[in-house]
């Protein structure tokens, strides 16, 4: 069993899975955009849920695509307001560039699916924050 990359669940998540016989059981959150490549196929669907311990012990990670304005300080707020809430930022690239604004993805730790809601409300309520939502793929 292993965790899409490129929807990142985390408990709370509502899930699928996705059996292949090459990769095993893929988790995906229901609105993975992954998901579409095996609409045709009804054989592969595994319907999942998280197990209560799950719920209550695991640890995961959301990839956060953001619109940043770009004036200086901004990248030092977006981090703070993440540490602020308990999160961890794992990692940061610089996605896109122009003259007023930035594109970046954060790949932050979590407890869960309300934790990362939570951290994305945090980051929204910042002026200097256009956009951003979870990378769902």
Same mark, same amino acid.
């Given at each position: 069993?292993?965790?899409?990359?490129?929807?990142?669940? %985390?408990?709370?998540?509502?899930?699928?899975?996705?059996? +292949?016989?090459?990769?095993?059981?893929?988790?995906?959150?229901?609105?993975?955009?992954?998901? #579409?490549?095996? #609409?045709?196929?009804?054989?592969?669907?595994? *319907?999942?849920?998280?197990?209560?311990?799950?719920?209550?012990?695991?640890?995961?990670?959301?990839?956060?695509?953001?619109?940043?304005?770009?004036? !200086?300080? %901004?990248?030092?707020? &977006?981090?703070?307001?993440?540490? +602020?809430?308990?999160?961890?930022?794992?990692?940061?690239?610089? #996605?896109? !560039?122009?003259?007023?604004? @930035?594109?970046?993805?954060?790949? &932050? +730790? %979590?407890?869960?699916?309300?934790?990362?809601?939570?951290?994305?409300?945090?980051? !929204?309520?910042?002026? @200097?924050? *256009?956009? &951003?939502?979870?990378?769902?793929?």
């Amino acid at each position: 069993i292993h965790f899409g990359q490129c929807c990142s669940p %985390v408990p709370g998540d509502r899930i699928v899975g996705i059996l +292949e016989p090459d990769k095993g059981l893929t988790v995906h959150t229901i609105d993975c955009q992954t998901l #579409a490549d095996f #609409a045709d196929d009804d054989s592969v669907w595994q *319907d999942l849920q998280w197990t209560p311990q799950a719920e209550r012990s695991a640890v995961g990670s959301v990839k956060l695509h953001a619109t940043l304005t770009n004036a !200086r300080g %901004v990248l030092g707020q &977006v981090a703070s307001i993440i540490g +602020e809430a308990g999160g961890n930022i794992l990692n940061l690239s610089m #996605a896109h !560039r122009q003259h007023d604004f @930035y594109d970046v993805d954060i790949d &932050v +730790e %979590v407890e869960d699916a309300r934790h990362a809601t939570m951290i994305i409300a945090a980051l !929204r309520a910042n002026p @200097y924050v *256009d956009t &951003v939502d979870r990378a769902r793929g």
